[in-house]
């Protein structure tokens, strides 16, 4: 990280090894890995941006009571924060309570993809239990609340001392009309209140958009006027998770999950249509849609403070290393952030996912984001340097200017220039 000129890096601290029974005794060998590490961080200069929760909810709480569904998980979360702001505060300035919180909520409690798996009956997915038309919206309701309550104990008992920023953030697809149709523009403005709006509205104005409560009626939840205010202004910055641009229509269209027909997507009532695959080699990258993500939090949500928490390319495992693809990728993508923050966009950072190949939620280990190729099939792991990794290099060093088409064939001769690791 150092050899490649990394200010900040993202990583989250799983609840499960810091605190195994979701509450109760430290464990004292994730406390010691966790502060090592961050302690390693700092010495070398580079900024630790942790994340509290990705998925990984201790069994025991999943077990007791059901986890996101159940009101019990704001106190439980709140004291697992605690336990994370008294032990790494001094060290970490950057905090971001929920991971992708409106994805999580429709995939882990509507769609049935991603833990806990939970949704109604239906013949894509075989869930054991849940309920996809109330179920998402209790889930990020209590996620809404959970993140609150931690923000409100860190002001209250840390922030004077420690000086950090407390965050929330969601998944945000780019979103943009299908045609120019005044019908197309209408239902656009749709998806951004029920992708956009359901977690941002609470965290800026208070109170969910009116949209999503004309449809969902009683299924919504209803903040106290207590709540309300506790959830208004909690999230000192939003983070930001984009990979894909979506069109939308009021026209049918074939579904980009497979529940359309209940839960969260029967109640958005649009069509997103994906006219380029997530997995595409086009060299069109559409970053245009993150552009239109940060004019629409500039324009509608305050201008808040905004970190890119997640953007990348995932490639199959098994391409070699010389990805040019994800290096125009990412190379787009930055310059839609310079361009943005020229135009008065509060944008802060941007990392890229990911730095080394990883075992993906939805993909195992057949697809990877990484800028450096891990062999999963060495004892050693051992690590290569791709071409990513190298423009990556050049571009935090001061070398490579986004703007610029870089010479890929340059850069593939500096490949041999890195060692492995």
């Given at each position: 990280m150092a050899d490649m000129g990394l200010e900040a890096f993202r990583f989250s601290i799983s609840w499960s090894r810091l605190i195994p029974?979701?509450?109760?005794?430290?464990n004292p060998k994730g406390l010691l890995f966790y502060k090592n590490f961050i302690k390693e961080l700092r010495n070398h200069g580079i900024e630790p941006h942790v994340t509290l929760y990705h998925y990984d909810?201790?069994?025991?709480?999943e077990d007791e009571y059901g986890g996101w569904i159940n009101r019990k998980i704001i106190e439980d979360f709140t004291a697992f924060a605690d336990v994370c702001f008294r032990e790494f505060g001094e060290d970490v300035k950057l905090w971001t309570t929920i991971n992708e919180a409106t994805i999580f909520a429709i995939c882990?409690?509507?769609?049935?993809?991603?833990?806990?798996?939970?949704?109604?009956?239906?013949?894509?997915?075989?869930?054991?239990?849940?309920?996809?038309?109330?179920?998402?919206y209790i889930a990020g309701h209590n996620m809404l609340l959970a993140h609150a309550s931690a923000s409100k104990l860190?002001?209250?008992?840390?922030?004077?001392?420690?000086?950090?920023?407390?965050?929330?953030?969601?998944?945000?697809?780019?979103?943009?009309?299908d045609t120019n149709s005044k019908d197309d523009e209408i239902v656009t403005q749709r998806a951004k209140a029920f992708l956009f709006g359901w977690m941002l509205k609470p965290l800026v104005f208070g109170g969910y958009p009116d949209e999503m409560k004309r449809t969902l009626g009683s299924r919504l939840p209803v903040f106290s006027e207590e709540e309300s205010e506790q959830v208004k202004g909690s999230s000192d910055f939003i983070g930001i998770i984009h990979y894909i641009t979506y069109y939308v229509t009021n026209q049918p269209a074939p579904s980009i999950f497979p529940s359309m027909n209940e839960g969260f997507f029967k109640d958005m009532g649009v069509y997103?249509?994906?006219?380029?695959?997530?997995?595409?080699?086009?060299?069109?990258?559409?970053?245009?849609?993150?552009?239109?993500v940060l004019e629409d939090l500039k324009q509608s949500y305050n201008n808040p403070p905004i970190y890119i928490l997640e953007n990348?390319?995932?490639?199959?495992?098994?391409?070699?290393?010389?990805?040019?693809?994800?290096?125009?990728?990412?190379?787009?993508?930055?310059g839609v952030v310079l361009n943005a923050v020229k135009n008065g966009s509060d944008t802060r950072g941007y990392f890229v996912w990911s730095m080394v190949d990883v075992y993906e939620l939805m993909a195992g280990y057949r697809t990877s984001f990484g800028m450096y190729y891990v062999n999963f099939s060495d004892p050693g792991r051992k690590r290569s340097p791709k071409v990513s990794?190298?423009?990556?290099?050049?571009?935090?060093?001061?070398?490579?200017?986004?703007?610029?088409?870089?010479?890929?064939?340059?850069?593939?001769?500096n490949l041999s220039g890195f060692s492995s690791l």
């Open positions: 029974n979701g509450r109760g005794p430290i909810l201790p069994q025991s709480l882990s409690y509507g769609e049935g993809i991603s833990p806990p798996g939970r949704c109604s009956p239906n013949k894509y997915i075989n869930c054991s239990t849940g309920n996809s038309s109330t179920e998402p860190y002001k209250l008992k840390y922030k004077s001392k420690e000086r950090g920023s407390v965050g929330f953030s969601i998944f945000a697809f780019g979103l943009s009309p997103l249509i994906r006219k380029l695959g997530f997995l595409s080699s086009s060299k069109s990258a559409i970053p245009w849609g993150l552009q239109g990348g390319k995932p490639m199959k495992h098994d391409s070699m290393l010389q990805d040019t693809p994800r290096v125009e990728y990412i190379q787009a993508y930055i990794a190298s423009w990556y290099t050049g571009f935090l060093n001061g070398t490579i200017d986004v703007a610029s088409q870089d010479n890929m064939i340059q850069l593939q001769r």
